[in-house]
């Protein structure tokens, strides 16, 4: 079992629309959780961090956390094709590492 | 957020030679840093963690003795590839996590190494 995974998509979603990106973590002892998002060629931005079960809100972007089901969620709301990129879910592990699911493929289509 | 600077971001040597790739957090000071490896389509592999004024810590399967890593001070770590070969084009991507404050970690503009 992967320590975080993600469904690799790509999940094409149309302009304006909800996109829900999904993840499972395997370490109970994980405490932080992050969503960043990737451009084809570039490195990895920041785009929301969460600590606490529930949701947090960023502008468009809500982190979710479900810390018994182990689960942590992006949803991404009034879609642009901006957002059209790679999203990378992380996992703060209780070793003091951050871990990287394999990321989820977005398009949004217009 | 919290920058970070990588340098080169483009390099292309021979094969044989040694490159040397260097990452400054430029607004905050970074006790710990990681060097990771991406290729195509692929997500990122974390290849060492970096902590100021010690030894690297690397993963299973990066060898260290061709991966030379160097956290000098607390906003400063450089990554040296040693006797590149082809099979170590790829693109390479720091990040650090501030001495104090959120976990997060911010990243570098990443260094796309070619070797001939």
């Known amino acids: 079992q992967k320590e975080v995974e993600q469904n690799s998509g790509p999940l094409s979603v149309p302009e304006g629309a909800i996109a829900s990106l999904n993840c499972t973590y395997s370490?109970?002892?994980?405490?932080?959780f992050f969503w960043y998002r990737q451009y084809s060629g570039k490195s990895p931005e920041l785009i929301m961090s969460i600590y606490s079960n529930g949701d947090k809100e960023d502008g468009r972007f809500t982190a979710q956390l479900n810390k018994a089901s182990q689960y942590v969620s992006l949803l991404i709301r009034d879609s642009q094709p901006s957002d059209s990129a790679t999203y990378l879910c992380a996992v703060g592990s209780s070793a003091s590492k951050i871990i990287f699911g394999s990321g989820t493929r977005l398009s949004i289509r217009p | 957020g919290a920058v970070v600077s990588q340098h080169p971001s483009r390099v292309i040597c021979k094969s044989g030679t040694s490159v040397k790739i260097e990452c400054r957090s430029l607004?905050?000071?970074?006790?710990?840093m990681f060097w990771y490896r991406q290729f195509p389509k692929q997500s990122l592999m974390l290849m060492a963690t970096?902590?100021?004024?010690?030894?690297?810590?690397?993963e299973q399967g990066v060898e260290k003795d061709k991966f030379l890593i160097n956290h000098a001070s607390l906003t400063l770590s450089t990554l040296t590839v040693t006797s590149a070969h082809p099979e170590d084009s790829s693109f390479y991507i720091c990040s650090a996590r501030a001495a104090s404050g959120p976990e997060e970690l911010f990243f570098g503009e990443g260094s796309r190494l070619t070797v001939l």
């Open positions: 370490d109970r002892g994980s405490q932080s």
């Open positions: 607004d905050f000071q970074a006790t710990t």
């Open positions: 970096s902590n100021e004024g010690s030894k690297a810590t690397y």
